[in-house]
């Protein structure tokens, strides 16, 4: 049943597909990983750049706070309003769609924001090239939330991050201001570097319609590793011990053995070595060559290799299947690895169910707690504060969004947040641009 008139939501009918249907906002005002949800206004669904500056444009004439939302797979609570905000207008990019022709010289391509990374990757595929970042969520991830977070994933140690493919981004300000560089040159230094700007920005500063994107050569042949490890500093000897010098590496990968226990559990899956493991570590190279004494299962073929990613891929979901789990995303310089996971597991009450799982060479883990209070904070900042204190990043690549915001100032400076603030205020001074994601509130005067 529709809600009651609100001239507002009128007005965006009248300018991109409208709705306010409870339904369909409730489905909206909650992310992934059911830990975060709060009021939705109305769903605003633009099929253009036009409308997006349109709808942008409404919102702020009538300073109506706006999310903007992609595949909704964030982890961080970006992607959908707080529990106490008043109620949003959610613009949903996946109607943003269009793929343009792979320019197979220039190695580059243009894809609309709501572009999902699978399409996109079929999509560079068909003209003989690849797209470099990968993670789990493919199906639903979309272009625009992924520079918006400037995903990571796993393929990161072979091709970086989201920020190293965008070549140009198209995106609509607060006020409706439509910014578009799309061309793709490869040298261009005409002044400041809008794209970077929006890349990583989490859909404060703007909506991403169009990116420009780099593509890549595909990779040669490879071949996967899932091998038993002791700890963490074992697993990262044996990558260095395994690939060849000269030998391509496109991934090297680390679940613990909670982790592995959930994946097997929850898909099904029989364990991969007769032995349990407190890490299994999976590698994936054009060369493998690895010690004659280590346990491991190895796979060349397509079909063999995807199995053996299943081991890894699956935790985040497993893990999920527990009911709401406290995801944290954390990186650290690889010398202290072990004393992070260690760390966290030693911080853990009781009742608590621990799994850890990750990209071993950024030095990236995914701490996953089960069985705790969805609202009892008190963990998140144990685990953040740790990583403080290991120099480490309290987000690697889900970004800030409303989970993190209130421990910013942990990795970043007063002056680096006091720049944000000031780039945040130049480019959306109303405010109305996913209000509480990133920035923490202003400390009171
Ligand atoms: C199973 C699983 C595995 C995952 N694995 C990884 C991984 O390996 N690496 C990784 O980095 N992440 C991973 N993620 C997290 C998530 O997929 C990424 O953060 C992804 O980039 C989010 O894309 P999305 O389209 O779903 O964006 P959303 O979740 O919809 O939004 C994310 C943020 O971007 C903003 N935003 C979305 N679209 C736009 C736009 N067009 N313009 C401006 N702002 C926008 C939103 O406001 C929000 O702040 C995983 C998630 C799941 C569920």
């Known amino acids: ?12 009918r009248t300018l991109a597909t409208t709705t306010d249907d409870p339904d369909i906002c409730a489905a909206h005002g909650q992310d992934w990983t059911r830990r975060f949800a709060g009021p939705v206004r109305a769903v605003v669904r633009p099929k253009s750049t036009a409308e997006v500056a349109g709808v942008l444009a409404a ?30 207008v959610i613009i949903s990019t996946v109607g943003l769609a269009d793929l343009g022709v792979v320019d197979e010289l220039g190695r580059s391509v243009t894809a609309g924001a709501g572009v999902t990374i699978a399409d996109l990757h079929a999509h560079a595929e068909s003209a003989g090239l690849v797209y470099g970042v990968d993670l789990a969520s493919r199906e639903s991830a979309t272009v625009g939330g992924t520079v918006a977070t400037n995903a990571g994933g796993i393929r990161v140690c072979a091709y970086g991050m989201t920020r190293a493919q965008v070549m140009g981004v198209e ?3 607060a006020d409706g201001t439509v910014a578009s560089r799309l061309v793709g040159l490869p040298k261009d230094n005409t002044g400041y570097d809008i794209a ?5 920005s989490e859909g404060t500063l703007g909506i991403i319609t169009a990116v420009r994107l780099r593509l890549h050569a595909p990779p040669p042949d490879t071949m ?26 496109m991934g090297a990968e680390v679940v613990d053995d909670a982790s592995l226990t959930l994946n097997c559990e929850h898909g099904g899956l029989p364990r991969p070595l007769a032995k349990a493991w407190p890490y299994l ?3 994936e190279a054009s060369e493998l060559d690895p010690p004659d ?8 073929d397509a079909a063999d290799k995807r199995r053996l990613w299943r081991y890894r891929e699956d935790s985040s979901e497993s893990a999920s299947s527990q009911g709401v789990v406290h995801k944290l995303d954390i990186s650290v310089p690889l010398a202290n690895l072990d004393a992070l996971a260690d760390g966290v597991r030693a911080l853990m009450p009781a009742q608590a169910h621990v799994s850890i799982f990750g990209h071993l060479v950024d030095g990236n883990l995914h701490v996953e707690i089960a069985g705790l209070d969805p609202d009892d904070e008190s963990i998140d900042e144990g685990v953040l504060e740790l990583t403080t204190r290991l120099g480490g990043a309290v987000s690697a690549e889900h970004g800030v ?8 100032g942990l990795s970043r400076s007063p002056a680096d947040v006091a720049v944000m603030r000031r780039i945040k205020a130049a480019l959306d001074p109303i405010g109305v641009l996913n209000p509480g994601a990133v920035l923490p509130p202003p400390p009171a005067r």
């Open 281 to 283: 570590v999976l590698i």
């Open 293 to 300: 004494d280590v346990d491991a299962v190895a796979g060349e």
């Open 59 to 88: 919102c702020n004439a009538a300073a109506a706070p706006v999310v903007p939302q992609g595949g909704n797979t964030g982890l961080v609570g970006g992607s959908v309003p707080g529990p106490h905000d008043s109620p949003v």
């Open 196 to 200: 970077a700007l929006m890349t990583g």
């Open 171 to 173: 995106c609509v300000l």
């Open 401 to 408: 969004g409303r989970a993190k915001a209130a421990w910013l």
């Open 224 to 249: 996967v590793m899932l091998a038993g490890v002791d700890d963490l500093a074992a697993a990262m000897a044996l990558v260095r011990r395994s690939v060849p010098s000269g030998a391509v590496l």
């Open 1 to 12: 049943m529709a809600s009651a008139a609100d001239p507002l939501v009128d007005t965006l």
